[in-house]
């Protein structure tokens, strides 16, 4: 680790430690607070260590059509903003990041919002936006020389955690929900070789034992309580601001789970305004499932002073947490960037996913929260016309496929959660028809889905 250029700020009480000195739990010795990277020398304009804005700019576009291993990963194409290790030779990458960001048409005139954008964070190589935190985060428990990685999970961190742990030859160690999380990413989780235990415990339940766990035995702790984490996941901002030629968009929204990626996505914003490489911080809102509304509570009935955890429940599992760990961190970044947070139903979650896939964008369920969520903000009025906007879409739709047949077969939501939808939805499902094997059969059924 480099230890020369970063060290680690507590969130809470601001005490300064190194890298090295880390807990094996990521929290604060003095308060129990959580961690964020920085980088001392970055402080004053004209610093030794301060990066110089034009040069990099140019730099990373160059990398796009270079030859090293290393450019090819659009979280390391952007290393000098993390200088995290002492050898790049550490950096485990699968190619993560430089993710599409597909201008949405159709929702775009629904909405009467003219620049509406979706970062597809699912077209990552595991299929969700853990790999650009992953990268970062593993890299470094590489480097410090430990053997065994681990991670509590809604699927899609145990899953990019056991895919680039094998890629480093580590071997990695996942608490999961039990029945709670999407085939998809259960059997990535397999595939890639980790010791995978499902638990009789939520989420929550899952990310305490481990924390005790990883005080018992040399394990690197890799949930987004891992400050090294967030330093791969505001890659996604650098790239949303390069490809608007460094100026921002009005407007980011992300999903809420356990508020790492809103964190993250914060920070990433705000170096770039502080380093000079952008003039301001978009807005920056999140949105969670009503069932799983902490922070979405926090917000309405204290501004995001003080946060009750919830036993939470939502069919979008991947964000079906009660107590999340970076919860002020979150509320920092929602409040310093004037943004919301929401929480949407299951109907206008399930919606929301239906009306993406219509634009030609599979997501899973917890990454259309972001679509449901701005919905609701568009009719409050929060978000005009001529705003740019950016909804980020966390995670691929072959990850939770039982939820998508669920929707058009028309047995996922209870009549009580459709109640005043059912139009929307009826006029969104598309189930599959059994048809005899004829040609007339299959034009009856042509004719049939034409109304
Ligand atoms: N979207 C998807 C697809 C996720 O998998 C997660 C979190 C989130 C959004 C929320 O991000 O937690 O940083 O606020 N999934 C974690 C996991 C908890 O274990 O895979 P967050």
């Given at each position: 680790m480099n230890d020369n250029l970063h060290q680690l700020r507590c969130f809470g009480c601001g005490a300064r430690i190194s890298g090295a000195e880390a807990r094996p739990d990521f929290r604060c010795a003095l308060c129990g607070d959580l961690f964020e990277v920085e980088y001392p020398g970055w402080g004053q304009p004209g610093g030794n260590d301060r990066p110089n804005a034009g040069a990099l700019k140019w730099l990373w576009r160059e990398r796009r059509s270079s030859s090293e291993t290393l450019d090819h990963s659009g979280v390391w194409r952007f290393r000098e903003l993390l200088p995290i290790l002492e050898s790049y030779g550490n950096a485990v990458t699968l190619f993560e990041g430089n993710t599409p960001l597909y201008p949405l048409t159709r929702a775009s005139k629904a909405l009467g919002i003219e620049k509406l954008f979706a970062k597809h964070q699912g077209m990552n190589p595991t299929g969700s936006f853990k790999d650009t935190g992953m990268t970062a985060a593993l890299s470094v428990a590489k480097e410090r020389g430990f053997e065994w990685v681990a991670c509590a999970s809604t699927g899609n961190t145990s899953a990019a955690m056991a895919a680039y742990a094998a890629r480093a030859g580590l071997r990695s160690?996942?608490?999961?929900?039990?029945?709670?999380?999407?085939?998809?990413?259960?059997s990535q989780a397999m595939d890639y070789g980790a010791v995978t235990c499902q638990l009789k415990a939520d989420f929550d339940g899952c990310l305490s034992l481990l924390t005790e766990i990883v005080n018992l035995a040399p394990i690197y702790l890799l949930n987004s309580v891992n400050p090294y984490r967030l330093e791969g996941q505001k890659t996604p901002a650098f790239e949303i601001a390069e490809a608007f030629d460094w100026t921002v968009p009005d407007h980011v929204i992300v999903p809420g789970g356990n508020l790492g990626n809103s964190s993250a996505l914060g920070k990433g914003f705000r170096e770039l305004r502080n380093l000079g490489l952008v003039t301001r911080m978009p807005r920056i809102s999140v949105i969670q499932a009503e069932g799983a509304n902490p922070l979405a509570r926090s917000f309405r009935d204290n501004h995001g002073t003080a946060l009750e955890p919830v036993e939470a429940h939502t069919r979008a599992t991947a964000i079906r947490i009660g107590n999340p760990?970076?919860?002020?961190?979150?509320?920092?970044?929602?409040?310093?960037?004037?943004?919301?947070?929401?929480?949407?139903?299951?109907?206008?979650?399930?919606?929301?996913?239906a009306e993406l896939g219509t634009e030609g964008l599979g997501c899973e369920p917890a990454s259309a929260v972001t679509l449901a969520g701005l919905k609701k903000l568009r009719e409050r009025g929060d978000v005009s016309p001529g705003e740019s906007v950016v909804l980020l879409l966390t995670g691929h739709t072959l990850k939770d496929a039982d939820y998508t047949i669920g929707f058009h077969r028309g047995t996922l939501l209870e009549e009580a959660e459709k109640a005043g939808l059912e139009g929307k939805i009826e006029s969104l499902r598309r189930n599959a028809v059994a048809v005899d094997a004829t040609p007339a059969a299959v034009l009856a059924a042509l004719k049939g889905s034409l109304g």
């Open positions: 160690l996942v608490l999961i929900p039990d029945g709670k999380i999407a085939w998809g990413k259960l760990a970076s919860w002020r961190k979150a509320a920092r970044v929602i409040q310093d960037t004037d943004g919301w947070c929401l929480d949407v139903t299951e109907a206008e979650i399930a919606i929301a996913k």
